[in-house]
C-alpha cells in the first residue's frame, strides 16, 4: 500500500505561482502523474514522469508553464505552475502506476486562479 497526499494548492492572482507536493508514505517504482478536474468536466492529465525522472510529457494547454519533477529521496513529486490562468482552476490529483500494475490515486489539493 502506498499513501498519497498532495499539498501546496490555495488562491493565486493570474499570472502568479506555485508548487504543488505529492508525498508518498513509501519510495515509489513507476510512473507519477498529475491530472486535474475542474467543476462539471472530465478529469484530464496535465502532466506525467519516468520512474528515473529522466522523461516527462504535459497536456499541450500547461506546456511551457508547468515542470513536473520528482525527488526519489524524499518520496515526493512536484508540479511547479507558473503564469497561472483562470481555467487553470481545478482540483489537482496525484497518480502513481507503479511497475507492479497497481494504481494510487491522493485525495487532491484544490487551485484556484482568480482575482
Known amino acids: 500500500q502506498v499513501q498519497l497526499v498532495e499539498s501546496g494548492g490555495g488562491l493565486v492572482q493570474p499570472g502568479g505561482s506555485l508548487r504543488l507536493s505529492c508525498a508518498a508514505s513509501k519510495r515509489i517504482f513507476g510512473v507519477m502523474r498529475w491530472y486535474r478536474q475542474a467543476p462539471g468536466k472530465e478529469r484530464e492529465l496535465v502532466a506525467g514522469?519516468?520512474?528515473?525522472?529522466?522523461?516527462?510529457n504535459y497536456a499541450d494547454s500547461v506546456k511551457g508553464r508547468f515542470t513536473i519533477s520528482r525527488d526519489s529521496y524524499k518520496n515526493t513529486m512536484y508540479l511547479q505552475m507558473n503564469s497561472l490562468k483562470p481555467e487553470d482552476t481545478a482540483v489537482y490529483y496525484c497518480?502513481?502506476?507503479?511497475?507492479?500494475?497497481?494504481?494510487?490515486w491522493g485525495q487532491g489539493t484544490q487551485v484556484t486562479v482568480s482575482s
Open positions: 514522469i519516468s520512474n528515473s525522472g529522466g522523461s516527462t
Open positions: 497518480n502513481v502506476f507503479t511497475i507492479g500494475g497497481i494504481e494510487y
